[in-house]
Antibody, heavy 120, light 113 residues
Framework: EVQLVESGGGLVQPGGSLRLSCAAS????????MHWVRQGPGKGLVWVSR????????DYADSVKGRFTISRDNAKNTLYLQMNSLRAEDTAVYYC?????????????WGQGTLVTVSS | DIVVTQSPDSLAVSLGERATINCTSS????????????LAWYQQKPGQPPKLLIY???TRAYGVPDRFSGSGSGTDFTLTISSLQAEDVAVYHC?????????FGQGTKLEIK
């Protein structure tokens, strides 16, 4: 079964840091680009970042560029999101997601998400 | 950046009736080299992650009932539920994956009338 499981969320003060992880199983992780998408409380989906299959190419939303870093460890089948200089507006459920097919397409599957709350 | 806008924001439809949700992209998401529209639709129920319904604007994902269909090309797209079932109550999102930064519509909340 293809599965993505996020972890690492929690409560952090403004200006603080957090690292999210996404453990992948049931597919050849090293063959797929991977994405992070977030959803603020009661709000819509916002694409955050993507990384190519070998980790050599990354893209970010303008709202997180320079503060967040996406990375991956293909030996551990794990995707990461390092979040620094966190702001209240970064409060959201963070999902990792894989394209349905190698390359880019609709995203499927998604993990269950991990909640990040930025508050003093 | 491509801005994706959905309409309406919310919709109430009677059981068995047709539901239609629209999605407009500020720029084309049609890639002329392969004639594919880089647009997807998702269904999201409370407390759950989004579920892929449609990709390439009109291809149903595996296991998605055939009452769900996607249409459109270029900048204007539609998700249609031909005969609304109770289990279709959810928020629906469209998503362009043509160019980064990828973007989603604001979501459409579908309810039973």
């Amino acid at each position: 079964e293809v599965q993505l499981v996020e972890s690492g969320g929690g409560l952090v003060q403004p200006g603080g840091s957090l690292r999210l992880s996404c453990a992948a199983s049931g597919f050849t992780f090293s063959s797929y680009w991977m994405h992070w998408v977030r959803q603020g409380p009661g709000k819509g989906l916002v694409w955050v970042s993507r990384i190519n299959s070998d980790g050599s190419n990354t893209d970010y939303a303008d709202s997180v560029k320079g503060r967040f870093t996406i990375s991956r460890d293909n030996a551990k089948n794990t995707l990461y999101l390092q979040m620094n200089s966190l702001r209240a507006e970064d409060t959201a459920v963070y999902y990792c997601a894989r394209p349905l097919m190698s390359g880019m397409s609709g995203l499927d599957p998604w993990g269950q998400g991990t909640l990040v709350t930025v508050s003093s | 950046d491509i801005v994706v806008t959905q309409s309406p924001d919310s919709l109430a439809v009677s059981l068995g009736e047709r539901a239609t949700i629209n999605c407009t992209s500020s720029r084309t998401v049609l890639y002329s080299s392969n004639n594919k529209n880089y647009l997807a639709w998702y269904q999201q129920k409370p407390g759950q992650p989004p579920k892929l319904l449609i990709y390439w604007a009109s291809t149903r994902a595996y296991g998605v009932p055939d009452r769900f269909s996607g249409s459109g090309s270029g900048t204007d797209f539609t998700l249609t539920i031909s005969s609304l079932q109770a289990e279709d109550v959810a928020v629906y999102h469209c998503h362009q994956y043509f160019i980064t930064p990828y973007s989603f519509g604001q979501g459409t909340k579908l309810e039973i009338k």
